[in-house]
Every structure is written in C-alpha cells, then in structure tokens.
C-alpha cells in the first residue's frame, strides 16, 4: 500500500541552523501539506502546496519557513534559521484532491532544537 | 470561528468494553469531519470521515462516528475496545478547500 514517507525521523539542531525536513508524498497525489505538533500541543497547519506554488498558509509559516518541490518525487521544508520554539513534531501530508478529501500523512520528523 | 473541540484529554476503558471519545465542531460551512488515530512513533491514519452522506459511518477497526448537525458533535466509538486500540485520536474538521483543524487530542488507555 503506498504511504508517505519522512526523513529523517530525528532531526537535532542547533538554534540559528538551518534545516531541511524532506518528505515523499504518494506518487499519483497533487497537493501536499505540512503541519507541525509541539510536544503536549495540538496539530497546527503550516502550508499547503500544489502545482509549484503555496496554496494557503497559516501564520505560523512566517519567512523562516519554505517548501519547495525540488524535484517529481520529494517535498520539502525549510526553516532557515531555526528557533527554540521550532522544537515539534512535523508531519507532511499528501491527497489527490482538495476540498475535503482524505489527507494522508507521513510518520513525521522530529525536530529538537538546542 | 471554526472550532474542534475534543472534551476529554485522556480516557480510560477496561479491555472489552464500549469506547466513546468526544468531539463537538463549531463551523459556519458544511464541515467534512475525521477522526485520525496515531499510534506512537507513527503517523496519523484515517479512521473514518464523513462528507455529508449518511450521518453513521463506520470506519476501521471496529470503529464509527456519529454526525449530529443539532449537536454539531462527531462522536467516536466503539462496542468492545482492544488493547491494541490504546493510541491517541483526533477529530479533525475540513472547513473549505484544504483548510484542516485539529482537536487537542484524546489519549485512549485501555485496562487489562
């Protein structure tokens, strides 16, 4: 059965690093999705992603953040110069069409920043 | 202003007997109502939905959800939990297009 994949599932940082969190969406899905969950938190909506361009964001994905589908396969997301609260669980998700349609979602990264 | 909220944090429930998590929305749209399980260190899976067809749907699992427009609540259950039904679940409400709100979450334990 397909699945949405993450990696790294641990990621360490250091405050001010830069990191990119990579994710594989199922093969035949258009939109795309990530979300984070800050320990004890609720899950929160980053950005949806679809044809090459952000579709809807939320305020928490200020400047520090960036997706980009670099390539057929992978989507990722950028935290350019991380923050203590950036600490979270981060999941991506995938669906093959919007509007309330099943999302499907990745295992999630972990995010520690020191 | 759209809401999910799940009225419990953590439920508690002996092997074999019935399972009835919360959930009640506040949404001036027509929602899509979900309900996600997710186990530790995995992700998110899709229990059930409902997308305005029959208001009693039945999902994976065992499990089935309740929409009550008059309530606005989505309810979760299930006639005889499992141990390995201990996770947490969250009742999760598409407002338009792909916009997604999250309860907090209920932890489900369930006793030996």
């Known amino acids: 059965e397909p699945e949405v994949t993450q990696t790294p599932s641990h990621q360490v940082t250091q405050m001010g690093q830069e990191v990119i969190l990579r994710c594989v969406p199922i093969?035949?899905?258009?939109?795309f999705y990530w979300y984070r969950q800050i320990l004890g938190q609720k899950v929160e909506f980053l950005v949806s992603?679809?044809?090459?361009?952000?579709?809807?964001k939320s305020e928490i994905f200020d400047d520090q953040f960036s997706v980009e589908r670099p390539d057929g396969s992978n989507f990722t997301l950028k935290i350019r110069s991380t923050k203590l609260e950036d600490s979270a669980m981060y999941f991506c998700?995938?669906?093959?069409?919007?509007?309330?349609?099943?999302?499907?979602f990745g295992p999630g990264t972990r995010l520690t920043v020191l | 202003a759209q809401s999910v909220t799940q009225l419990d944090s953590h439920v508690s429930v002996s092997e074999g007997t019935p399972v009835l998590l919360r959930c009640n929305y506040s949404?001036?749209?027509?929602?899509?109502l979900f309900w996600y399980v997710q186990h530790p260190n995995k992700g998110l899976q899709l229990l059930l939905k409902y997308t305005s067809a029959a208001t009693l749907v039945k999902g994976i699992n065992g499990f089935e959800a309740e929409f009550k427009k008059s309530e606005t609540s989505f309810h979760l259950t299930k006639p005889s939990a499992h141990m390995s039904d201990a996770a947490e679940y969250f009742c999760v409400v598409i407002i338009r297009d792909d916009k997604i709100i999250f309860g907090k979450g209920t932890r489900l334990h369930i006793l030996p």
């Open positions: 998700a995938s669906s093959v069409l919007r509007g309330g349609i099943e999302q499907f």
């Open positions: 093969s035949n899905h258009l939109y």
């Open positions: 992603f679809y044809n090459n361009e952000i579709s809807e």
């Open positions: 949404s001036s749209y027509s929602p899509s």
